[in-house]
């Protein structure tokens, strides 16, 4: 009689758990291709510069601060306003290594840098938190110029709501790196609409915004009265 053939125990592939971490696990073994399986909450484990930034739950709460440091590009953010183009990346311009800029049209209007999806969700945790920057204007600024009559950030819902803050600080007239920070919350001066004038906005209505965070707007334009400059950010923060 044939001897019968020894069993063979595979060993099963981990299955994707409804944890993050498990299922994190999972594709780092199984090494299926980026678009499947690369995002943000598996970052650490399967990094891949061109992985999407989105959790994979958009509506979830947002755990963990989002950062721009700007080591290895622009990181998608864009402008608005009267910029002569999009951000462009410099290597060696930051605080330290790597920053964006954007020039200026001098047409009169302001420009701002905006933030790419990965600013975009669920960021009730940000509340009674900091958004923080670095931020350095070019040429010297002239005091009669510096620009105070548009909000310095701007937030918005995916509904079109916004709510704004001003305030008379800014970057060093000296063209040095200034850390700026923006308290988020009721308390900080927020007001609601895009122009910084409307009333007071409240705890409610910071937190409705956030709740659906789909515009942040950083004022990178400080030197009105129709003149040039060039604004360089780096280092931001969005705390949760």
């Given at each position: 009689a044939?001897?019968?053939a020894?069993?063979?125990?595979?060993?099963?592939?981990?299955?994707?758990s409804?944890?993050?971490?498990d299922k994190?696990?999972?594709?780092?073994?199984e090494d299926?291709?980026?678009d499947?399986?690369?995002?943000?909450?598996?970052?650490?484990l399967?990094?891949d510069p061109?992985?999407?930034?989105?959790p994979e739950?958009?509506?979830?709460p947002r755990?963990?601060s989002?950062?721009?440091?700007f080591?290895n590009?622009?990181?998608?953010?864009?402008?608005?306003?009267?910029?002569?183009d999009d951000?462009q990346?410099?290597?060696d311009?930051g605080?330290?290594g790597?920053?964006?800029?954007?020039e200026d049209?001098?047409?009169g209007r302001?420009?701002?840098?905006?933030?790419?999806?990965?600013y975009h969700g669920?960021?009730?945790g940000?509340?009674g938190?900091q958004?923080k920057w670095?931020?350095?204007?070019?040429?010297?600024?002239d005091p009669q110029?510096f620009?105070t009559?548009?909000?310095?950030?701007v937030?918005?819902?995916?509904?079109g709501s916004?709510i704004s803050?001003?305030?008379?600080?800014g970057?060093s007239r000296d063209s040095?790196?200034?850390?700026l920070?923006v308290?988020?919350?009721?308390?900080?001066g927020?007001?609601?609409?895009e122009?910084?004038?409307?009333?007071a906005?409240?705890e409610?209505d910071i937190?409705?915004i956030?709740?659906d965070?789909?515009?942040?707007?950083?004022?990178g334009?400080f030197?009105g009265?129709?003149?040039y400059?060039?604004?360089y950010m780096?280092?931001?923060v969005?705390?949760t």
């Amino acid at each position: 009689a044939s001897t019968p053939a020894p069993v063979v125990q595979e060993t099963p592939k981990p299955s994707l758990s409804t944890t993050v971490e498990d299922k994190c696990f999972a594709i780092a073994i199984e090494d299926c291709s980026a678009d499947e399986c690369c995002n943000e909450n598996c970052s650490i484990l399967n990094p891949d510069p061109d992985c999407p930034t989105e959790p994979e739950d958009p509506s979830a709460p947002r755990c963990e601060s989002i950062t721009s440091d700007f080591e290895n590009g622009d990181e998608g953010w864009t402008s608005i306003g009267d910029a002569i183009d999009d951000p462009q990346y410099e290597a060696d311009g930051g605080n330290p290594g790597g920053a964006i800029y954007v020039e200026d049209i001098a047409d009169g209007r302001a420009w701002y840098f905006v933030a790419p999806i990965k600013y975009h969700g669920n960021f009730l945790g940000s509340y009674g938190k900091q958004l923080k920057w670095d931020l350095r204007v070019e040429p010297k600024i002239d005091p009669q110029d510096f620009i105070t009559w548009t909000p310095l950030v701007v937030l918005g819902d995916s509904s079109g709501s916004f709510i704004s803050f001003s305030t008379t600080d800014g970057p060093s007239r000296d063209s040095e790196w200034t850390s700026l920070s923006v308290n988020i919350d009721a308390a900080a001066g927020w007001r609601l609409g895009e122009s910084g004038s409307g009333a007071a906005a409240t705890e409610t209505d910071i937190q409705s915004i956030l709740g659906d965070l789909a515009v942040l707007r950083i004022r990178g334009e400080f030197i009105g009265n129709f003149k040039y400059d060039k604004g360089y950010m780096d280092n931001v923060v969005l705390e949760t």
